[in-house]
């Protein structure tokens, strides 16, 4: 089992940064593949970015690369979201998420099989 829990988000003024930070709580958390998603109202979740066990291969969405950065501490147990550049588009719950890869690819939600509660980001133009 792994507990996430997310921390960071906030208001912020379009052009900001924010850092997200999720704790994982779990001797295993070295072992799966972690990314972030996030929902906006009345839209579905997206993918936003994912990092591999190792932390070497990062994935992005189209629409934060050159933006946001996705990294990890596995010394820590924590994965991290830098989010620079925001944009009002980038409004939305974020949610950090746990899996091991079964061969579908890093951007599937079915890809993990733990999440957070969420931590509201808040951009304003």
């Known amino acids: 089992q792994v507990q996430l829990v997310e921390s960071g988000g906030g208001l912020v003024q379009a052009g900001g940064s924010l850092r997200l930070s999720c704790a994982a709580s779990g001797r295993t958390f070295s072992s799966y593949r972690m990314g972030w998603f996030r929902q906006a109202p009345g839209k579905e979740r997206e993918f936003v970015a994912g990092?591999?066990?190792?932390?070497?291969?990062?994935y992005y969405v189209d629409s934060v690369k050159g933006r946001f950065t996705i990294s990890r501490d596995n010394a820590k147990n924590t994965v991290y979201l830098q989010m620079n550049s925001l944009k009002s588009e980038d409004t939305a719950v974020y949610y950090c998420?746990?899996?091991?890869?079964?061969?579908?690819?890093?951007?599937?939600?079915?890809?993990?099989?733990?999440w957070g509660q969420g931590t509201q980001v808040t951009v304003s133009s």
């Open positions: 990092i591999s066990w190792t932390g070497s291969t990062t």
């Open positions: 998420s746990a899996g091991t890869p079964t061969g579908w690819g890093p951007t599937l939600p079915t890809e993990y099989v733990y």
